[in-house]
């Protein structure tokens, strides 16, 4: 339970979609028949499987991943005021264009009616359908009147790089309705996860998230996406922590040598970030150290960039120690509730 005095927004909760099935009603009569016909029991074979127990804490599963159970835990149990939904599922990894948009759009459809509407303390992403930029335009703009999505949701590891000017129509329109983008740990698996190739094991795989992350950064800052969209905000969810000091010295330095390459990136890279870019705290890749915590914080320049979250259903942590150790106290409000709200400006209203 939280005693801290204060109600945290929870930055990064995931939905649990059960089946096909809860998305039936939000699709097409073509589609629904496509279900049914070809078998199609989910998109995500991954998530929280019963034969991996670990996936999810045994808490957690007993008490239940639906609506309800979720609402019982990040509300109850922990005090949070608003929680943010980011919705994995399988629909980036379909390679038929036409079904990731129907999917899609029914996931959201089924997140606004079974979550937000029967609980207003939840917010929500507008999950993407990267395959089709138009398509992603078009999902921003259906559900953007609905204040409690507060933000848009991408892979870490899709198919391009995020900063490519293909992309610039989506962070227009989100940039248009004060939406953040979310960059998830996750991958389309078009592309090895790896620049060398296909790996054998999940740590590997886990372990290399971090760099899809770091290239997707480079690429936001390089191809001046906050300079043609100076409103935008980024929020990296499940990247880790620990690795953003070393890069932002890296990519600062190398572009003090050619940045007559890149002209409209007028300012330190670092600036940049520090004013666009924020990151969920779990999963937290450091040790319970509070020095080295203290001197990652301090190298990053800024103790506006850490955001809360549980990232409920996962087991990030034992218990109810819902803030990693190490982060000093003197933190805990901001990155817990005031860090968010400013990020998040739908969650004020």
Known sequence: MNGA?????????????????VLMPWLDANWQEQVVDRGIASLDPISYPPNSPLT??????????????????IFERWGAERAILNCIYGVQLVHNTDMAIAFTRALNQWIAAEWLAKDKRFAASIVLP????????????FFAANRQFVQVLVLANGDAPLG?????????????????????AGSSY??????????HYYVEDYAAQALGFQAQLAS???????????GLKVVLLESGVTWLPGFIWRLSKFWRG??????????????????????????????????????VIDQIQSDDFLLYASDYPHWQFEGDEIMPKGIPASLHRKI?????????SRLGG
């Open 5 to 21: 005095g204060f109600k945290p927004i929870d930055c990064d909760v995931h939905p649990f979609v059960p089946s096909t099935k």
């Open 56 to 73: 999810v804490r045994s808490d957690f599963r007993k008490e239940g991943l639906d609506q309800a159970g979720t609402s019982r835990q």
């Open 130 to 141: 990267l395959q089709d930029i138009e398509a992603c335009v078009d999902e921003i703009e």
């Open 164 to 184: 490519k000017r293909q992309f610039w129509p989506i962070w227009r329109a989100a940039e248009k309705h004060g939406l953040p983008v979310g960059i998830h």
């Open 190 to 199: 078009r592309h090895p996860v790896t620049s060398l190739g296909w790996t």
């Open 220 to 230: 936001l800052v390089t191809e001046g996406v906050f300079v043609k969209f100076p």
């Open 258 to 295: 050619v940045r007559r390459e890149i002209p409209w990136v007028d300012r330190p890279p670092g600036d940049i970030i520090r004013d666009h870019v924020r990151m969920s705290i779990q999963p937290f890749d450091g040790p319970d150290d509070g020095a080295f915590i203290d001197k």
């Open 336 to 344: 817990m509730r005031d860090n968010p709200l400013a990020t998040y």
